[in-house]
T-cell receptor, first 117, second 114 residues
Framework: DTEVTQTPKHLVMGMTNKKSLKCEQH?????MYWYKQKAKKPPELMFV???????INESVPSRFSPECPNSSLLNLHLHALQPEDSALYLC????????????????FGPGTRLTVL | AQSVAQPEDQVNVAEGNPLTVKCTYS??????LFWYVQYPNRGLQFLLK??????LVKGSYGFEAEFNKSQTSFHLKKPSALVSDSALYFC????????????FGTGTRLQVFP
């Protein structure tokens, strides 16, 4: 299995809703990432997990809450989002986190298209 | 500051012709460089990377990239373009101050015409 899967593919939510995005990989990768991507722009890093521990939070608002229950799973919990949070949310994984073979390429999932009304 | 520049927003090429998508970088220390491709409403797909060694790197789908240290460039090339190569291409460099991070360029849209 050489892919990163993300669910759901599309999500529409109101500003008062609570929802979660899910990401899964079975490649044995120990680093996992959340990115936000606006149309025709490069991905913006949000969070990095290394060996199931949060290693980077790019000053993301607390209405986004990441969780890494195990080495294969990464969740992003959403609460009280704003319309400007509408974007494509991408999950990625790579073989080893920093300090090791940290030039390993990242494998991206297909993304969740989020619309906040 | 570490950065990646993709000077062209869009590159147009006829099918069968060679294509080049440009990328220049600025990093402290050794550069670790990557190319990714993104098709509409999809995630990014890894094409190739330069870590060390041979300046000409071969990757997926017939793409290759040439690393030029003196010009701090890492241009993506393909000898014969296909219509199906039409997509958004991102160059990226590893952030050597925070090695978990990739610094992406702004992207170049490649349009291959039949």
């Amino acid at each position: 299995d050489t892919e990163v899967t993300q669910t759901p593919k599309h999500l529409v939510m109101g500003m008062t809703n609570k929802k979660s995005l899910k990401c899964e990989q079975h490649m044995g990768h120990r680093a996992m990432y959340w990115y936000k991507q606006k149309a025709k722009k490069p991905p913006e890093l949000m969070f990095v997990y290394s060996y199931e521990k949060l290693s980077i939070n790019e000053s993301v608002p607390s209405r986004f809450s990441p969780e890494c229950p195990n080495s294969s799973l990464l969740n992003l919990h959403l609460h009280a989002l704003q319309p400007e949070d509408s974007a494509l949310y991408l999950c990625a994984s790579s073989q080893e986190p920093r300090g090791f073979s940290s030039y390993n390429e990242q494998f991206f999932g297909p993304g969740t298209r989020l619309t906040v009304l | 500051a570490q950065s990646v520049a993709q000077p062209e927003d869009q590159v147009n090429v006829a099918e069968g012709n060679p294509l080049t998508v440009k990328c220049t970088y600025s990093v402290s220390g050794n550069p670790y460089l990557f190319w990714y491709v993104q098709y509409p409403n999809r995630g990014l797909q890894f094409l190739l990377k330069y870590i060390t060694g041979d300046n000409l790197v071969k990757g997926s789908y017939g793409f290759e990239a040439e690393f030029n240290k003196s010009q701090t460039s890492f241009h993506l090339k393909k000898p014969s373009a296909l219509v199906s190569d039409s997509a958004l291409y991102f160059c990226a460099v590893r952030d050597n101050k925070n090695t978990d991070k990739l610094i992406f360029g702004t992207g170049t849209r490649l349009q291959v015409f039949p």
